[in-house]
T-cell receptor, first 110, second 110 residues
Framework: SQTIHQWPATLVQPVGSPLSLECTVE??????LYWYRQAAGRGLQLLFY??????ISSEVPQNLSASRPQDRQFILSSKKLLLSDSGFYLC?????????FGSGTQLSVL | DAKTTQPNSMESNEEEPVHLPCNHS???????IHWYRQLPSQGPEYVIH???SNVNNRMASLAIAEDRKSSTLILHRATLRDAAVYYC???????????FGQGTRLTINP
């Protein structure tokens, strides 16, 4: 069966520090991969999605970047975090009509 | 992406049916109607989706209007565990991404 791993579960980072969040999927091949962010009390915002290795589509201009170095690995990065980068970050995958989400990373930038 | 309109919040009682409405007057012929729900501090989970005909699964039923400009998610017998934010989303056939709106926050009273 397919599983998605996302870590860490919580992260506290100072403003200006770098960020790397990793997501891996097991049990499937060539999935579509997604990064979403949810600010406190708000809806989900699609940040990036990828249909294959090295193929990244960015949905909103921002302080973040994404990479897909392997088929089932999706990484969200920042060189310098801003206060506004705080939020709940969710990785997701799909191969059919359904989207499956990871457990999320709660990022607090102080 | 075609937009959906949902009430911000709804309230119901335990063991009663719940009807969650969604308007999508600009839906195109190839748009599928998807429903997800998000429990507190978790990623969204797939509930159901359909194109034209009503759909049933173990979680819920989806009733789609004949003109497809609206739909209703039906929880036949609500439990406290059904308290969540419910998202109604349109996804074009072959589209790679899923864009979430604000959803409906469902409260279930014991």
């Amino acid at each position: 069966s397919q599983t998605i791993h996302q870590w860490p579960a919580t992260l506290v980072q100072p403003v200006g520090s770098p960020l790397s969040l990793e997501c891996t999927v097991e049990g499937t091949s060539n999935p579509n991969l997604y990064w979403y962010r949810q600010a406190a009390g708000r809806g989900l915002q699609l940040l990036f999605y990828s249909v294959g290795i090295g193929q990244i589509s960015s949905e909103v201009p921002q302080n973040l970047s994404a990479s897909r170095p392997q088929d089932r690995q999706f990484i969200l990065s920042s060189k310098k975090l801003l206060l506004s980068d705080s939020g709940f970050y969710l990785c997701a995958w799909s191969v059919t009509e359904k989207l499956f989400f990871g457990s999320g990373t709660q990022l607090s930038v102080l | 992406d075609a937009k959906t309109t949902q009430p911000n919040s709804m309230e119901s009682n335990e063991e009663e049916p719940v009807h969650l409405p969604c308007n999508h007057s600009t839906i195109s012929g190839t748009d599928y109607i998807h429903w997800y729900r998000q429990l507190p501090s978790q990623g969204p989970e797939y509930v159901i989706h359909g194109l034209t005909s009503n759909v049933n699964n173990r979680m819920a039923s989806l009733a789609i209007a004949e003109d497809r400009k609206s739909s209703t998610l039906i929880l036949h017998r609500a439990t406290l565990r059904d308290a969540a934010v419910y998202y109604c989303i349109l996804r074009g056939g072959g589209a790679q991404k899923l864009v979430f709106g604000q959803g409906t926050r469902l409260t279930i009273n014991p």
